[in-house]
């Protein structure tokens, strides 16, 4: 039976780690993820838990040791944000080349400069392509849900890749909401233990880790992740089919909210979407079949499922809560766009990009891009692709 509790999402994700009782838990502290290695470190002092916690100077030394640990054979995890992200960097692309199945929680936050603390997702996209899976997470029962999943996906030994499970910095990271819990026993039998086929500790199978590799092999390594990362989305989908026999609560690559009957829609990550949902019953009470595609897997990047369930709109808006930088729209629209093109079909769409540095996103602002959108759908045609919505005007 479920346990109600009250808990910040940064609660929920320190308590679904408890449960897990990883053997390594590397961190070093970064708003607004500092309270998930803080609220573990007590389970450790306080004996709940016979985690190894290792208190690094720096957030590459704390990917550098999860490394460490999970190549010789260990269950490792940790929890950082923005410039911490960034400065893991180059640990973030050895964690995914080496096959280790370490588990990330990324509090999203806008990565410097100018110094900002508050939410976009300008960490997470930054690392997009560097083979990480990532789930994105609309509130706290979700990061809670996404992080007892983690370790089932990226330990399956089809993936065998690290996998980030993201939440909005403060927006659900310190905001306490209703959550329901999982019986600690529970938790165990469903994650279960981690025994790796190969690694460094093993006296009967000496390997080395992280080896030179010329031209003579590199390429067939990097396909071989490639390879890992389209497996992962069957193995993401037969895992949240077991999550639901234990907890009831269901999951997918995303979530169709009102989408089967709409003719226009709004495709967003993360907290936004609980802003989305509140408009479109407005606008259903009002008689305009307005939908939301909340995706929750970003990677893999489900190009045909994504397509088949936009197909049948007249238009929409696809919201990026980080821009490229590129002139040609935000991270999340071209690779929409790209899975409709791909596909062969057709939908008018326009980007959105909004929110950058913690910007409120409102009700209003919402429900103006589906009036943009009632526009577009009626003409056909989009004019400008690339537009933002919540920006100061000149003067305010």
């Not at 998930?36 to 916690?53: H, K, L």
């Not at 040791?65 to 054979?73: R, T």
């Not at 939440?167 to 600690?184: K, P, R, V």
Request: aromatic content about 8%; overall charge negative.
């Amino acid at each position: 039976m479920s346990i109600r509790e009250r808990l910040s999402g940064n609660e929920a994700a320190a308590t679904a780690m408890k449960q897990i009782n990883p053997d390594v838990v590397a961190a070093f502290p970064i708003t607004p993820s500092t309270e998930i290695p803080q609220y573990f470190s007590t389970f450790v002092a306080n004996g709940t838990v016979d985690t190894e916690f290792v208190a690094v100077e720096s957030e590459h030394s704390a990917m550098s040791a999860c490394i460490g640990a999970e190549a010789a054979g260990s269950r490792a995890m940790t929890a950082t944000s923005a410039n911490g992200l960034s400065l893991m960097w180059e640990m973030i692309y050895i964690a995914s080349s080496l096959r280790l199945p370490i588990v990330l929680s990324l509090v999203n936050r806008a990565v410097s400069g100018p110094l900002n603390i508050h939410c976009d997702h300008s960490d997470a996209m930054g690392v997009r392509d560097a083979g990480w899976i990532m789930l994105f997470s609309e509130n706290n029962q979700e990061a809670y849900d996404n992080t007892l999943m983690a370790h089932r996906i990226a330990e399956h030994e089809n993936v065998r890749l690290p996998l980030m499970v993201c939440q909005d910095g403060f927006i659900t990271s310190h905001a306490i909401e209703n959550i329901e819990l999982e019986e600690d026993e529970k938790v165990k039998e469903f994650v279960g233990e981690y025994h790796p086929e190969h690694y460094l500790l093993n006296e009967k199978e000496p390997i080395a880790v992280g080896p030179l590799d010329l031209q003579a092999y590199l390429f067939e390594h990097k396909v071989q992740q490639a390879d890992a990362m389209k497996a992962a989305k069957q193995v993401i989908l037969d895992v949240a089919k077991d999550f639901e026999k234990m907890t009831g609560r269901k999951y997918g690559l995303f979530e169709e909210y009102k989408l089967e009957d709409a003719e226009i829609a709004i495709v967003c990550m993360n907290s936004t979407a609980g802003t989305t949902k509140y408009v479109v019953d407005e606008l259903r009470n009002k008689g305009i079949k307005a939908g939301l595609l909340k995706l929750r897997v970003f990677r893999p990047f489900p190009v045909d499922e994504i397509s088949e369930a936009l197909s049948h709109l007249k238009a929409v808006a696809i919201l990026d809560k980080s821009d490229s930088l590129n002139a040609a729209g935000g991270a999340l629209f071209e690779d929409v766009t790209s899975s409709l093109y791909v596909t062969k079909k057709y939908v008018p769409a326009v980007n959105y990009v909004y929110g950058i540095g913690g910007r409120d996103t409102k009700a209003e602002d919402i429900e103006n891009v589906y009036k943009d959108l009632l526009e577009i759908a009626k003409s056909g045609k989009v004019e400008n692709p690339y537009r933002y919505f919540g920006l100061r005007k000149e003067g305010e």
